[in-house]
């Protein structure tokens, strides 16, 4: 996905154009003129001094361009705009035409949105489906912003106010742009005939390509973004320093997660809808300085600049794949080679503080999650320290059955296989930190020596005792699920979460002899489900080419129904994952020596046609009411966070905690699941309730005896509806981060 709105610049540099002030300061019909708070019971139209009183958070109308200045934050000279969908259901309360909300409040859509008593729960994911998604979006959102040196393109007068609108890549037509483009110039109506649609995504550009006829016939004028900043050397959205790899991503492509981390500087055309660490972001496209990217790089001080000539500059093209040093300011942009010392002194004087990680590796039993206690995770790590200690709190079937892996068996493997000797010599050479494909290319050959490794007979024995004796004879044919468990991950303040890998294994296809397929554990209701889906996948993607993420799920598939899963290689892959590029490059972020990482396993029985997946945070405190909590569900297999179809949504409901003892009350459904009919629920009432009540358990428990220090704490959970009907915790973590 891309950067949505638009393509903020200050008012300062507009001036240093020639351009002149976009809007006059606020008068007495400004925001701040005798404001008075209404509530939530919505906002009054703006400019009329008659209208009574208004809400201070929001305007429906932009009557006059004091309106417009009155909801402008310094942040950017834009104002971002909400509008209910035709033909959809309202979003209540908000039935206006427009929404205009007030930037010196609230510099996101969704803090806006969360506060409306009806949406303080409303998560990230339930925004995008909101906004973004096409098959569940019910309000159009993007952001209004005067450009007055950019010229007209009907009648070639200087002086626009551009408008953008949010969407994920093809979710938008020429009915929607005409949809609100009209619903736009009757809330703006002086600037009725300076509105203009700018989009700054690929997939926009190319409908504007094909339907610029089309739209001005429609009555809708538009511009592309370099015509804003035509002579515009650079614009600053966030001053700061930087040093980093530079990556440039090639034009027409988009920045993927994969593709940097925080130790790159990064060049592409357009800005992403949002962005993780990095140390310095350039686009060629103007961004969205009320935009989630902006938002993030700014809190962080990190660089970040539209320089409209950059794919130009062969320069650039030479730097690219080596160290570089990024400087931005108001009339500063400095890009240029670093040395590996200056960048070392740099990360070392602006890197965040985490403690070093601890092991202890005299430990060397497999311990079952019964005996298994939170004090453990110095040996075990904290996920499966973590899954030992909910055995302590909840009754069979809600827990996990299963054992960890001390961090000394990865330690002895990876010693008997040389791979301490390879790291040293990866770390010894400063081509690690400063060539790109060097680091990705090292990474990678860590990882295969772990993958190819030999794994000690009597370590794999151990593992496999440790299956039948928690699992029991049976257990040799159970299929079971290897999840990473190392000292850097889920800890306070770092969770570490998607840095690893997880891998399943069937220990028969240790025992067998071969390395024939299918899997021994492949279970023939699972074998049915799985062909019937393979089918069905198989033909959607026939019928529609142009869905590229089928050939992935396809392919997995027809893996788990021809493959073997030995444990050995599933124990290999998990381990060897302690060098996946995104952890290795968290762990140089923090400053964390990557000698002292170990890999720990926590075990447990892999979840087969279970009936929902669910993620929940607890204790968010987001008002004075009862403690909210948050569950994200979604039906089948499908997982809620990352989801294999995108086209999939995910159901959002929050709930309070009521009462002594506690219970589930004033349940909110916010976003419906589409694997649903409409007004279903994933969980049914009985099944909620007792989410609830395990959610409630679990996290006093933690609250007194695993977590004490933090107060208030906050809980980050996953759940299975099991195939059985039962509501399994099959992992618990401190929340970390404010809510976006």
């Not at 090639?250 to 925080?262: F, S």
């Not at 493959?563 to 762990?587: G, I, T």
């Not at 039906?635 to 966070?641: A, D, N, Q, R």
């Amino acid at each position: 996905m891309r950067s949505f709105g638009v393509w903020a610049l200050s008012a300062g540099l507009l001036l240093a154009c020639g351009g002149e002030d976009p809007v006059p300061p606020p008068g007495d019909a400004g925001l701040d003129a005798g404001l008075i708070d209404s509530g939530a019971d919505g906002g009054v139209d703006g400019g009329d001094p008659d209208a009574g009183p208004r809400d201070e958070r929001y305007l429906t109308q932009l009557l006059t361009p004091a309106d417009l200045a009155a909801l402008t934050s310094t942040i950017g000279g834009g104002v971002k705009y909400l509008a209910p969908v035709d033909g959809r259901p309202a979003f209540q309360p908000l039935t206006e035409v427009c929404y205009f909300q007030n930037m010196r409040q609230y510099s996101w859509h969704l803090l806006f949105l969360q506060s409306f008593p009806e949406h303080t729960g409303l998560s990230y994911d339930a925004y995008l489906a909101l906004v973004l998604r096409r098959a569940s979006r019910r309000m159009w959102g993007g952001a209004v912003q005067p450009w007055p040196g950019a010229l007209h393109p009907v009648t070639q007068a200087p002086g626009v106010v551009a408008y953008g609108v949010y969407g994920e890549v093809g979710s938008l037509d020429v009915a929607s742009i005409v949809q609100v483009d009209r619903k736009l110039k009757s809330c703006i109506p002086f600037a009725q005939d300076l509105l203009v649609f700018v989009p700054e995504s690929p997939d926009q550009r190319a409908l504007l390509a094909r339907e610029r006829a089309n739209l001005l016939a429609q009555g809708v004028a538009a511009l592309l973004p370099e015509d804003l900043v035509a002579g515009i050397p650079h614009l600053p959205y966030s001053d700061g320093e930087g040093y980093g790899t530079l990556r440039v991503v090639p034009a027409g492509q988009e920045l993927k997660d994969d593709d940097y981390g925080p130790r790159d500087v990064v060049i592409v055309e357009s800005a992403p809808i949002d962005i993780s660490i990095v140390a310095g972001l350039i686009t060629k496209n103007p961004q969205n300085a009320l935009g989630h990217v902006n938002l993030r790089l700014q809190e962080k001080r990190i660089p970040n600049v539209a320089v409209p000539r950059i794919y130009d500059a062969a320069w650039v093209r030479a730097l690219d794949g080596y160290l570089v040093h990024l400087v931005v300011g108001p009339n500063t942009f400095t890009l240029e080679p670093a040395t590996l010392a200056d960048a070392q002194a740099f990360w070392e004087a602006n890197r965040p503080r985490v403690p070093a990680p601890r092991a202890d590796l005299t430990v060397t039993a497999l311990e079952p999650y019964s005996t298994l206690r939170a004090t453990g995770a110095i040996a075990y790590g904290a996920k499966a320290a973590n899954l030992g200690e909910l055995s302590q709190v909840l009754d069979p079937p809600n827990h996990n059955l299963g054992f960890g892996v001390p961090f000394s068996f990865y330690r002895d493997f990876a010693q008997a296989n040389g791979t301490p000797a390879a790291l040293e010599a990866a770390l010894a050479d400063p081509r690690l930190r400063t060539d790109a494909t060097f680091k990705r290319t090292t990474l990678k050959a860590l990882r295969d020596q772990l993958k190819a490794g030999t794994f000690d007979p009597a370590a794999l024995q151990a593992i496999g005792d440790a299956i039948v004796s928690v699992y029991g004879e049976a257990g040799r044919t159970q299929r079971l699920r290897f999840r990473s468990s190392t000292n850097v991950e889920d800890l306070e303040g770092l969770t570490g979460a998607g840095l690893y890998d997880s891998k399943s294994g069937c220990w028969a296809d240790d025992l067998d002899g071969d390395t024939l397929g299918p899997s021994a554990c492949l279970k023939p209701d699972e074998k049915a489900a799985m062909e019937a889906e393979l089918v069905a996948k198989q033909a959607e993607l026939l019928a529609y080419p142009d869905r590229i993420w089928l050939t992935a799920i396809i392919e997995d598939l027809q893996g788990d129904l021809s493959e073997e899963r030995p444990v050995a290689v599933a124990v290999k892959k998990v381990w060897a994952s302690l060098y996946n590029l995104r952890a290795f490059d968290e762990r140089e972020y923090y400053g964390i020596d990557h000698r002292l990482a170990y890999m720990g396993l926590a075990v447990n029985p892999v979840f087969a046609l279970e009936r929902a997946s669910a993620v929940a945070v607890s204790n968010l405190r987001v008002d004075a009411g009862d403690p909210l909590y948050r569950l994200n569900s979604q039906l089948g297999t499908e997982s809620v966070v990352r989801p294999e179809d995108p086209t999939a949504i995910a159901e959002l409901l929050t709930f309070r905690r009521q009462g002594e003892p506690p219970v589930v009350g004033d349940v909110r459904v916010l976003v419906e699941s589409n694997r649903l009919p409409a007004g279903g629920r994933v969980w049914p009432d009985d099944k909620l309730n007792e989410v609830g009540r395990l959610l409630f358990l679990v996290h006093d428990h933690f609250a007194q005896q695993v977590y004490p220090e933090l107060s208030p704490l906050r809980l980050d959970f996953e759940l299975k509806y099991s195939q059985e009907g039962d509501v399994v915790i099959k992992q618990v973590r401190p929340f970390v981060g404010n809510e976006p």
